[in-house]
């Protein structure tokens, strides 16, 4: 078990560019979330996969963020035309099976820093 | 909706001191309840979890909580904290069903003074 992986682990961007992170499930987990927490608040919940269906994509923030997980393995969260106000931390985490509830594991995190 | 609250912000504690964080959940239904634990810059590691049965949990790290359903609350308590254990601290409920994500309180910082 290695783990949720998430990279980059940081990322430093000029406004208006595009920028994708990855993340890498732990290897039998079929459900897949990304959140997103800034300074001082607990994570927000944006998306989340069951294999590669995407069953929840309303949270995500604007039409700006989307995200996929194409082969139901690895997945990846790209933010379009960045803003000052992106700038947070990408949470991913993954649990075996989703229709029951179980343990969400969560990766180290991508911060994202807009200049 | 489900909603989280934990109702202090920062924390300091003595070494060698107890330690009770509060949780204040909102759920119209039987809640599945955690904490996670994390520290600067990393992200979240489970301490304990609540699914059903006993409601006095016990997690890693010597951490244990209590599922109170009068009261809506799932407090994490620690009988003697170490210098280690300062970091950000999150109560998150969920559904049973697993199709709604966790929702996570705002955290609740705790310092460790010697």
């Known amino acids: 078990d290695t783990g949720v992986s998430q990279n980059p682990r940081h990322k430093i961007t000029k406004r208006g560019q595009n920028v994708t992170f990855r993340c890498d499930p732990i290897s039998e987990h079929n459900r897949l979330y990304w959140y997103r927490q800034t300074l001082g608040q607990g994570p927000e919940f944006l998306t989340y996969f069951q294999n590669e269906a995407q069953l929840e994509k309303s949270r995500l923030l604007s039409d700006r963020f989307s995200a996929e997980r194409p082969k139901g393995s690895f997945s990846t969260l790209e933010i379009q035309r960045t803003e000052q106000g992106d700038s947070a931390m990408y949470l991913c985490?993954?649990?075996?099976?989703?229709?029951?509830?179980?343990?969400?594991?969560f990766g180290e995190g991508s911060w994202l820093t807009v200049v | 909706a489900q909603s989280v609250t934990q109702p202090d912000i920062h924390i300091t504690v003595s070494e060698g001191a107890s330690l009770e964080l509060r949780c204040n959940y909102s759920y119209g239904a039987t809640p599945y309840l955690f904490w996670y634990v994390q520290s600067p810059g990393q992200g979240l590691q489970l301490l304990l979890k609540y699914f059903s049965g006993d409601t006095l949990v016990q997690g890693i790290k010597g951490f244990e909580a209590e599922f109170k359903r009068s009261q809506s609350s799932f407090n994490l308590r620690k009988p003697s904290v170490h210098w280690s254990d300062a970091a950000e601290y999150f109560c998150a409920v969920g559904a049973s069903s697993g199709n709604t994500p966790l929702v996570f309180g705002k955290g609740t910082r705790l310092s460790v003074i010697a």
């Open positions: 985490a993954s649990s075996l099976d989703g229709r029951i509830v179980d343990t969400i594991y």
